[in-house]
């Protein structure tokens, strides 16, 4: 018989992956940054083309502002925290499903230990 069970997935940081995500953060920071202004032109010209009340799109134009400002704090607190990651620390990177084989008289708590893929600059170093 075949079951799934999950299995998690553990990323050793390393200079090279300390970059790639101090990169991708600040990527992601700057993406957001431009949907704010890109959200500011867009309230200005509904504001200038429309009747409607100004005061309401004024709002739902500060709650989607405010939700991006929101990830922009947690991106930056995340660089803040990748500063002070040790070299050689584990983090999580997910999870994958492996399918496994069992059978009759296997010993079902060697099957459910905790197992766990480790990747080292892209490439699994371990399997546990």
Same mark, same amino acid.
């Not at 660089?79 to 584990?90: D, Y």
């Not at 997910?94 to 197992?115: C, H, P, S, Y």
């Given at each position: 018989m075949r079951i799934i069970k999950k299995i998690p997935v553990k990323k050793v940081v390393t200079e090279q992956s300390k970059e790639q995500l101090r990169e991708e953060y600040q990527f992601k920071i700057f993406k957001l940054e431009q949907e704010c202004e890109q959200l500011k032109f867009e309230q200005k010209k509904l504001e200038q083309q429309s009747d409607a009340n100004k005061a309401e799109i004024a709002a739902k134009f500060k709650k989607e502002m405010s939700n991006r400002h929101d990830h922009i704090k947690w991106y930056k607190? *995340?660089?803040?925290?990748? &500063?002070?990651?040790?070299?050689?620390? &584990?983090?999580?990177?997910?999870? $994958?499903?492996? $399918?496994? &084989?069992?059978?009759?008289?296997?010993?079902?708590?060697?099957?459910?230990?905790? *197992?766990?893929?480790? $990747? *080292?600059?892209?490439?699994?170093?371990k399997i546990t």
């Open positions: 607190y *995340k660089l803040e925290q990748l &500063e002070i990651l040790p070299i050689g620390s &584990e983090l999580n990177d997910g999870e $994958v499903e492996a $399918v496994l &084989e069992i059978e009759e008289g296997m010993r079902w708590d060697d099957i459910t230990n905790q *197992k766990s893929i480790i $990747v *080292k600059d892209g490439i699994i170093t």
